[in-house]
């Protein structure tokens, strides 16, 4: 989309129920530490087609959420998953819209929340919202019954960092579960006026990067980028149940295009 010019400066349902709704979105990144890329770890995610991004592309920022508190969980939720992994081809495809962002803004980086999930987290992440009406928690976190994107490593959570390495003003933060954070609402923001054209040009820039390498956002988080539908997934990719490395092949099988374009959620 060359010779395209964004407008830029600097750059899902709320629910009465007692859910986190706002989580720090300030990057520190951790002193930097030697990974042994033969560890038992990423031995174990190679064995299902996964990879460590960071062996791809060491300029990509990472803040891996559910390894620490910073998360709308406030807990630990990979005890050994320190790296963020993707299915390879998947992760080729971040590599690209990384060189993309860098070529269109110089000094701005992609900065990942999130990559392959196990689904066994996937689960305390449903159980924690049991609070919420069913129709309404499938907007925050996918039913495990069926699995999330994320479980396959074909999904990203994702941002933008300015030269600065300072995620650039989205309007709400990551795992923010006010309207707000919805892409399929910021027409209503953006007429009242709690969503500003920063914030707006900010998360469509964010969708540009993604879509030039077929990623497309879901419209309940303004951070999720699947990098295909979720019965595509489930007959490309295995699904990973635990950080041990179990995995399995869950098959989706929907009758037609309808049915499977409903199951593209995260």
């Known amino acids: 989309m060359k010779g395209y010019v964004f407008l830029l400066v600097v750059g899902i349902f709320a629910c009465k129920e007692p859910v986190p709704t706002e989580v720090s979105d300030v990057f520190e990144p951790e002193p930097e530490v030697v990974v042994s890329y033969d560890s038992s770890v990423h031995r174990t995610m190679e064995k299902m087609g996964l990879v460590d991004i960071h062996t791809l592309d060491t300029t990509i920022l990472i803040d891996l959420r559910y390894s620490g508190k910073n998360n709308f969980m406030e807990t630990v939720l990979y005890d050994t998953l320190q790296w963020l992994f993707l299915?390879?081809?998947?992760?080729?495809?971040?590599?690209?819209?990384?060189?993309?962002?860098?070529?269109?803004?110089?000094?701005?980086?992609?900065?990942?929340?999130?990559?392959?999930?196990?689904?066994?987290?996937?689960?305390?992440?449903?159980?924690?919202?049991?609070?919420?009406?069913?129709?309404?928690?499938?907007?925050?976190?996918?039913?495990?019954?069926?699995?999330?994107?994320?479980?396959?490593?074909?999904?990203?959570?994702?941002?933008?960092?300015d030269a600065s390495d300072t995620p650039l003003d989205m309007g709400a933060g990551y795992d923010d579960f006010r309207e707000i954070a919805s892409p399929g609402l910021e027409w209503k923001f953006r007429k009242s006026g709690e969503l500003s054209e920063e914030q707006w040009q900010n998360r469509r820039l964010l969708r540009w990067v993604m879509k030039s390498e077929g990623f497309y956002n879901i419209p309940s988080e303004w951070w999720h980028f699947n990098a295909c539908n979720r019965v595509t997934a489930a007959h490309k990719y295995q699904q990973l149940l635990t950080e041990s490395g179990d995995s399995r092949w869950f098959r989706v099988v929907v009758k037609d295009k309808v049915s499977a374009d409903s199951l593209q959620a995260e």
């Open 87 to 161: 299915q390879r081809d998947v992760a080729e495809r971040v590599v690209q819209c990384q060189q993309t962002l860098r070529d269109s803004m110089p000094g701005y980086s992609l900065l990942l929340y999130d990559g392959v999930r196990p689904l066994q987290v996937q689960q305390k992440m449903w159980d924690s919202l049991d609070s919420i009406p069913f129709y309404r928690r499938v907007k925050f976190v996918s039913n495990p019954a069926f699995g999330s994107i994320h479980n396959y490593g074909a999904a990203v959570d994702i941002t933008i960092c």
